[in-house]
């Protein structure tokens, strides 16, 4: 019996020996998952958070497109040139007893001799100016809408020499803050 006492304790020692490293490594194995599980989720967020930022980033510091306006593109310009430079039928019909020469526009950035009307698009006004550039003395401004006559431009199409219509004043305005009126 006594040995049967024996047998039982050393097989429920065996038995709970058995069991115990195989119970706690499972224990330390389900909480080794849930610690990796829960830095690993963090380092997806974190991850995707810093890309969705650098995107947004991305979008709000690119530039805008360039507006193109109508006067800025030199391709117009021809176009509207070439239009002004057509005879009127009235020409064609009179006929006269020797041809002249028809005059030809030259594509050369030398300065415009059409005058055509603008209005100032620019809120605040526009300085005239003595010359086609910053730089230039002011010699006096023009007011939001106001329309004024275009003597020539500049080699560069920045700038155009104007004319105020009341007072016959004459200067130099910057020409993008300026819209050609029918």
């Known amino acids: 019996m006594i040995r049967e006492k024996a047998l039982v304790f050393t097989a429920s020692k ?3 020996g058995a069991l115990r490293p195989d119970g706690a490594a499972t224990m330390w194995s389900a909480f080794l998952k849930v610690i990796l599980g ?3 989720a963090i380092a997806l967020i974190a991850g995707g958070g810093y890309l969705l930022a650098r995107q947004v980033i991305a979008q709000l510091t690119a530039p805008p497109p360039k507006p193109m306006f109508p006067n800025d593109n030199p391709a117009v310009r021809q176009a509207q040139k070439k239009i002004a430079a057509k005879p009127s039928p009235s020409h064609v019909a009179s006929a006269s007893p020797s041809p002249s020469p028809v005059p030809v526009s030259s594509p050369s950035p030398s300065p415009s001799q059409e005058s055509y009307s603008v209005r100032v698009t620019l809120k605040r006004g526009l300085n005239l100016r003595e010359g086609p550039s910053r730089s230039a003395n ?8 106001q329309q004024v006559t275009v003597l020539e431009e500049s080699q560069d199409k920045q700038w155009v020499k104007v004319r105020l219509q009341p ?3 004459e200067g130099w305005v910057f020409s993008s ?6």
């Open 14 to 16: 065996l038995e709970y």
């Open 167 to 169: 007072s016959g004043q």
């Open 38 to 40: 829960f830095f690993l």
């Open 177 to 182: 803050h300026t819209e050609r009126v029918p």
């Open 138 to 145: 002011k010699i006096g401004g023009l007011t939001y809408s």
